[in-house]
């Protein structure tokens, strides 16, 4: 597939391979984003994360990881007093379904280097394979984390009070 997403060439049809469903949604990374890279995961903190926080959000601060994360807009790293914010998106009956409602969210979250589709997964963009997939690895421990908190009752969107002085 070119840019324009019109097929150019693919494998042969005697090895009955098709192109990945993702590949649509992929697309909205690599033309809004002008993204090098994207990783798509089915984790299972990633979905957990959208059962248990089912707002269009999950906001996330003073966690180490954070400092891993690029902005999407700007291209610096997050600090760790900022907030983090990864927007969620309902999953759809088929992949393709996802291309808009992630196009929305491209336009209304320009910070985001990621978006969870709930009870899904999550997409991860960068500027190469080695960032991209350094923020997909921070991205799921601070999801483990996200899930933990909300579990021990604790809000990870809010500072924990020991931290009232950064």
């Known amino acids: 597939m070119d840019m324009n997403e019109r097929h150019i060439s693919g494998p042969d049809p005697a090895r009955n391979l098709h192109m990945s469903q ?4 992929f697309m909205n990374f690599y033309t809004e984003r002008d993204a090098k890279a994207v990783i798509h995961l089915h984790s299972r903190n990633a979905i957990l994360a959208t059962i248990l926080f089912p707002g269009k959000e999950i906001r996330l601060t ?6 891993c994360i690029r902005r999407g807009s700007s291209g610096k790293n997050y600090n760790f007093n900022d907030v983090l914010v990864i927007p969620v998106v309902d999953n759809t009956p088929e992949e393709i379904g996802l291309k808009e409602p992630i196009m929305d969210i ?6 985001a280097s990621a978006v969870l589709a709930r ?6 963009w960068g500027d190469s394979v080695l960032q991209t997939k350094a923020m997909a690895e921070a991205l799921e421990h601070l999801l483990d984390l ?9 809000d990870p969107s809010v500072p924990h009070a020991s931290f009232a002085h950064l």
């Not at 993702?22 to 949604?25: E, G, S």
């Not at 491209?106 to 910070?111: I, S």
């Open 22 to 25: 993702c590949f649509p949604v």
């Open 62 to 67: 003073h966690l180490q990881m954070i400092k």
């Open 106 to 111: 491209l336009t209304k979250y320009p910070e």
């Open 119 to 124: 009870c899904h997964g999550i997409y991860v």
């Open 146 to 154: 996200a899930v933990q908190m909300k579990l021990a009752g604790l």
